[in-house]
């Protein structure tokens, strides 16, 4: 199993862009989350998802849209990007509330 | 709303050596409680996870951690610490109360282990 795939890996982006990071999960899981991580901070959560058309946002949902229209895929959309999304982004799955999170390999994401 | 607190942020320590490291978080009633370890340039992977039950709880990597209701605490411990523990540790909680599932996690200790 693939498990849970990020895309891209690496992207740098100029003020103003914007640009949808891709997550996947091939385990049926219904809950599926983004983080983001930054130096002495640890993961924030920005959005999740308990199953397929629902969402809600997490702690620092500021600049960030996402989409379930499917269990296997949670797409993260950047509008107008800013220096402060300079980040690395995580996106993680559990099968049920309270299951361990699996993570994929994260996305390094630069604005400049 | 709930929240951990990792008050070390780096904890440096000698091979063989004991090593504890702290969690705490905001009071809840009922919560669900885990910890992560991140080695370079990798996701998290689990370590161990209190739901219920024991207080004291084994993980992988000869890891454990005791929950302490009354002082809301999660604190890891291992009695002998290898070269290869060197990673960032993180304690995350979920508050069963919010009716949601969401995961927040602390700011993480990094755990450096001398030769």
């Known amino acids: 199993n693939a498990g849970v795939t990020q895309t891209p890996k690496f992207r740098i982006l100029k003020i103003g862009q914007s640009m949808t990071l891709q997550c996947t999960q091939d385990?049926?899981?219904?809950?599926m989350y983004w983080y983001r991580q930054d130096p002495g901070m640890g993961l924030k959560l920005i959005y999740y998802s308990v199953g397929a058309g629902i969402t809600d946002k997490g702690e620092v949902p500021n600049g960030y849209n996402v989409s379930r229209s499917t269990t296997e895929d949670f797409p993260l959309r950047l509008e107008l990007a800013a220096p402060s999304q300079t980040s690395v982004y995580f996106c993680?799955?559990?099968?049920?509330?309270?299951?361990?999170?699996?993570f994929g390999s994260g996305t390094q994401l630069s604005v400049l | 709303a709930q929240s951990v607190t990792q008050l070390d942020s780096q904890v440096p320590v000698f091979e063989e050596a004991p090593v504890e490291l702290r969690c705490n978080y905001s009071?809840?009633?009922?919560?669900?409680l885990f910890w992560y370890v991140q080695y370079p340039n990798q996701g998290l992977q689990l370590l161990l996870k209190y739901l219920s039950g024991s207080t004291l709880v084994k993980g992988i990597n000869g890891f454990e951690a005791e929950f302490n209701k009354s002082q809301t605490s999660f604190h890891l411990r291992k009695p002998s610490v290898h070269i290869s523990d060197t990673a960032e540790y993180f304690c995350a909680v979920i508050d069963l109360t919010s009716g949601t599932y969401k995961y927040i996690f602390g700011t993480g200790t990094r755990l450096k282990v001398l030769a």
């Open positions: 993680a799955s559990s099968g049920q509330g309270g299951e361990k999170l699996f």
């Open positions: 385990m049926n899981h219904n809950y």
């Open positions: 009071s809840s009633v009922s919560v669900y």
